[in-house]
C-alpha cells in the first residue's frame, strides 16, 4: 500500500524554513578578548552631564586678512636689476625685497623695502623685467592672525550672530584639535546667486599652523547653555530614526539604539538609551559592528562539526526548495507501491 512519508523526516534538522523564514540573528553583547579590543583600536569616554548651547555649524575656509597683507610695486617706471627675497621667504618690516633701475637716464637704483613682517606669499618679477607705476611685483602676508570665513544658508538663526560672540573653528588636518575665536564681523546681505550667509571668525595663529585656503568647520554658539547628558558626536552610529551607540563594560560591549537631542560643537545630547557613568566607545565603533564573541565562534565551529559528515551534495539536497521536496515525495511514494504490488506476484510464481 502507498505509505506517506513526511518530508521533514527526511531534511536536515534546522535547516528547513518555510516562506519567508529566516535564521536567526544572535543579539545581546558582544566579548572580546583583550587582543582583539587592542587591534580594533577601541577607546571610550563616560557619558556625563554637560552644559550644552544649542549652535549653528557651517563649512568654512582659512583666510588672510586683508588689513595684513600688503602689495609692493615701483611707483615710477624703470627696469628689475636684483630680486633680493623668494616666493615663501619670511621677511621683517623694512627688509630690501628688490631693486630696480628707474628709466630716466641719471636716476640711481631703487630699493624696495617690505612694508610689513610676513612672509612673501606672491612673487610675479623677473630680472629685467618693464615695469610701470602700478605693476604688483611682490605680495607680503602676516598670518600671525587669519579669518575663518563660514559659510551658511539664510535661515531664522542669523539673526542671532552677532560680532564679538565666540565660536569654535575645527580643521581636517588638525583633527583632534579645536581653535577657538571670535565673530569679527558678518555679511551685510546675501549672495544673489547662491543665497548662502558668511561669518567671519578672527583666530590668534601665533604658530602659524593656519594657512589660507584650508577647509574648516566653524560653530558658533547661539541661546542659553542647557544641564544635558552628552557624549561626542562621532560616538552614534546609524541613520536618522535609526541611531546607536555602543556601551563597554570590560570586555563585553552592548549595542544601544539611541535618541539624540542638542549638538553643540562635537558633543550631542542624548535623550534616550545612554545613563550617566556609560562607558561610550568612541574609536573602533563602526568595527564594533562587525565583530562576533569567541564563544559565538566556538558555538557555531562545533554546529558545523556536528554536521561534518554531510557531504557537500547532501548540503546542497538539504535545501532544496519546497517543490522539489515535493516532487521527490511523489516519487519515492511510486517506488515504494510499486514494490509491494511486485512482491507477492515473486512468493506466488
Known amino acids: 500500500m502507498f505509505a506517506a512519508i513526511p518530508l521533514s523526516a527526511l531534511a536536515h534538522e534546522g535547516h528547513v524554513h518555510g516562506p519567508g523564514e529566516t535564521e536567526a540573528v544572535a543579539t545581546g553583547p558582544v566579548a572580546l578578548t583583550d587582543e582583539a579590543i587592542k587591534n580594533l583600536g577601541v577607546q571610550s569616554v563616560e557619558a556625563n552631564v554637560a552644559p550644552l548651547q544649542r549652535t549653528i555649524t557651517m563649512i568654512g575656509r582659512i583666510e588672510g586678512l586683508p588689513e595684513?597683507?600688503?602689495?609692493?610695486?615701483?611707483?615710477?617706471?624703470?627696469?628689475?636689476?636684483?630680486?633680493?627675497?623668494?616666493?615663501?621667504?619670511?621677511?621683517?618690516?623694512?627688509?630690501?625685497?628688490?631693486?630696480?633701475?628707474?628709466?630716466?637716464?641719471?636716476?640711481?637704483?631703487?630699493?624696495?623695502?617690505?612694508p610689513i613682517n610676513g612672509f612673501v606669499v606672491r612673487q610675479e618679477a623677473s630680472l629685467g623685467q618693464a615695469l610701470n607705476p602700478d605693476t604688483v611685483l611682490m605680495e607680503v602676508a602676516d598670518y600671525s592672525q587669519v579669518l575663518a570665513r563660514g559659510m551658511t544658508f539664510e535661515s531664522p538663526d542669523l539673526s542671532r550672530?552677532?560680532?564679538?560672540?565666540?565660536?569654535?573653528?575645527?580643521?581636517?588636518?588638525?583633527?583632534?584639535?579645536?581653535?577657538?575665536?571670535?565673530?569679527?564681523?558678518?555679511?551685510?546681505?546675501?549672495?544673489?546667486?547662491?543665497?548662502?550667509?558668511?561669518?567671519?571668525?578672527?583666530?590668534?595663529?601665533?604658530?602659524?599652523?593656519?594657512?589660507?585656503?584650508?577647509?574648516?568647520?566653524?560653530s558658533i554658539a547661539i541661546?542659553?547653555?542647557?544641564?544635558?547628558?552628552?557624549?561626542?558626536?562621532?560616538?552614534?552610529?546609524?541613520?536618522?530614526?535609526?541611531?546607536?551607540?555602543?556601551?563597554?563594560d570590560g570586555n563585553n560591549f552592548e549595542r544601544r539604539n539611541v535618541v539624540i537631542g542638542l549638538k553643540a560643537g562635537d558633543q550631542v545630547e542624548v535623550v534616550?538609551?545612554?545613563?550617566?557613568?556609560?562607558?561610550?566607545?568612541?574609536?573602533?565603533?563602526?568595527?564594533?559592528?562587525?565583530?562576533?564573541?569567541?564563544?559565538?565562534?566556538?558555538?557555531?565551529a562545533a554546529a558545523e562539526h556536528g554536521h561534518g559528515a554531510d557531504t557537500a551534495a547532501g548540503d546542497a539536497h538539504n535545501h532544496l526548495p519546497g517543490w522539489a521536496w515535493g516532487i521527490g515525495g511523489l516519487v519515492l511514494g511510486g517506488v515504494i507501491v510499486a514494490l509491494t504490488r511486485r512482491w507477492p506476484e515473486e512468493a506466488t510464481s
Not at 547662491?194 to 585656503?213: A, D, G, H, M
Not at 544641564?227 to 530614526?241: F, K, T, Y
Not at 557613568?277 to 562576533?292: I, N, R
Open 161 to 218: 550672530i552677532k560680532p564679538g560672540q565666540n565660536a569654535r573653528v575645527r580643521l581636517d588636518v588638525f583633527p583632534e584639535r579645536t581653535f577657538e575665536g571670535k565673530v569679527q564681523r558678518l555679511d551685510v546681505g546675501l549672495e544673489r546667486e547662491s543665497r548662502t550667509f558668511e561669518v567671519y571668525v578672527l583666530l590668534e595663529n601665533p604658530e602659524l599652523q593656519l594657512r589660507p585656503n584650508m577647509q574648516a568647520s566653524v
Open 223 to 248: 541661546g542659553d547653555p542647557q544641564e544635558v547628558l552628552a557624549v561626542p558626536q562621532r560616538s552614534v552610529l546609524g541613520d536618522l530614526g535609526n541611531l546607536f551607540v555602543f556601551i563597554r
Open 68 to 114: 595684513r597683507l600688503a602689495k609692493i610695486a615701483p611707483r615710477a617706471e624703470g627696469r628689475v636689476a636684483e630680486i633680493l627675497v623668494k616666493l615663501g621667504d619670511r621677511v621683517s618690516a623694512g627688509q630690501p625685497v628688490l631693486r630696480f633701475e628707474p628709466r630716466t637716464v641719471g636716476n640711481p637704483p631703487v630699493i624696495l623695502n617690505s
Open 272 to 300: 534616550e538609551g545612554v545613563l550617566p557613568g556609560d562607558k561610550v566607545v568612541t574609536e573602533g565603533q563602526y568595527q564594533l559592528q562587525f565583530a562576533t564573541s569567541p564563544a559565538k565562534e566556538t558555538e557555531a
